[in-house]
């Protein structure tokens, strides 16, 4: 079984509407990480959480926010979709290792945004 | 200036070639250098990690970091078809801080 596990696999959406993207890890990592993916781009930063308790904005927070609903659980939130927020998401996770700093991801969310 | 660039690609290499991805950066902070390939409708897999300078071998691998050049490199010898994927550089100022990463190379390895 996957280790970060992120539903749907692929969505379509229209304009203005509300999405949520979720994120499950049986890892057992605290760390918690929200990237997009875009052709050209590569991949940025939305939101990301280093425990529970702990929610920090990455470099592309604008239109997005995010729950940490439990060690295992970090959703993301489109409030109000809009066509430039169509692109390829992933969750991610990590824990200090000594002497590394790996992130292991999800296998992607594919989100159009009509 | 920015923060990392690297070759979009496509590369294209027959099989058995070796493979040499590049990475140049402009932090000097950075100290921790990173490989990640990403296989279609996959997330990115952590192949390879350096800390400070140097080489680093593992396999058909090989990371090379080159601190006052600000480039990094990654060499695959014996290329071979499932070698085929992007591959992102990665690179973070301290094991607390985030990762950024480059916007990847895309390779294709012909058989």
């Known amino acids: 079984d996957a280790d970060v596990t992120q539903t749907p696999r692929n969505r379509i959406t229209k304009t203005g509407k509300r999405i949520m993207l979720e994120c499950s890890q049986t890892?057992?990592?605290?760390?918690m990480y929200w990237y997009r993916q875009d052709p050209g781009l590569g991949l940025r930063l939305i939101y990301y959480s280093f425990d529970v308790k702990d929610i920090n904005k990455g470099e592309i927070s604008d239109g997005y926010s995010v729950s940490r609903q439990a060690q295992a659980k970090f959703s993301l939130s489109l409030e109000s979709a809009i066509p430039n927020q169509t692109a390829l998401y992933f969750c991610?996770?990590?824990?200090?290792?000594?002497?590394?700093?790996?992130?292991?991801f999800g296998p992607g969310t594919r989100l159009t945004v009509l | 200036q920015k923060e990392v660039e690297q070759d979009p690609g496509p590369l294209s290499v027959p099989e058995g070639a070796i493979v040499s991805l590049n990475c140049t950066y402009s932090n000097s902070a950075f100290q921790y250098f990173m490989w990640y390939r990403q296989y279609s409708r996959k997330g990115p897999e952590l192949l390879m990690y350096t800390y400070s300078s140097g080489n680093k071998e593992d396999g058909r691998f090989t990371a090379q970091v080159d601190k006052s050049s600000k480039y990094i490199s990654l060499f695959i010898r014996d290329s071979q078809p499932s070698d085929s994927a992007t591959y992102l550089c990665a690179f973070s100022m301290n094991r607390d801080d985030k990762i950024i990463f480059g916007k990847g190379t895309r390779l294709h390895i012909l058989p």
């Open positions: 991610a996770t990590s824990d200090l290792r000594p002497g590394q700093n790996e992130q292991f």
């Open positions: 890892k057992g990592h605290d760390r």
